[in-house]
Nanobody, 126 residues
């Protein structure tokens, strides 16, 4: 069983930055693909960044490119999302997601591809 716990959300002014973290526990010896999703009220869950096993491949949504950076620290079993130049439209609940994958190049921004989810951390940009 895998548990994901997000942290680092909060309220920030437009143009500011935040760094989200996702702590991973359980079966940490198994290789994984991980991702960040977000969901604003009344909208569908949106995949914004995904990182493959050993960080061989990274994929971003158009809304994240150039402003967000996903990274993974395997020694600390922690996934990060550095967000810069935040906009009001970035306001949402942000979720960390994971799936087991032995493929060094597999990434996905589809929420149906992920089995494990955190509870989310709220980001509000005003």
């Amino acid at each position: 069983h895998v548990q994901l716990v997000e942290s680092g959300g909060g309220s920030v002014q437009a143009g500011g930055s935040l760094n989200l973290s996702c702590s991973v526990s359980g079966q940490t010896d198994r290789s994984r693909t991980m991702a960040w999703f977000r969901q604003a009220p009344g909208k569908e869950r949106e995949g914004i960044a995904s990182i493959s096993r050993s960080s061989f491949r990274i994929q971003y949504s158009d809304s994240a490119k150039g402003r967000f950076t996903i990274s993974h620290d395997s020694t600390e079993n922690t996934l990060y999302l550095q967000m810069e130049t935040l906009k009001p439209e970035d306001t949402a609940m942000y979720y960390c997601a994971a799936r087991f994958s032995g493929d060094y190049y597999y990434t996905s921004l589809q929420h149906s591809d992920y089995r494990y989810w955190g509870q989310g951390t709220q980001v509000t940009v005003s």
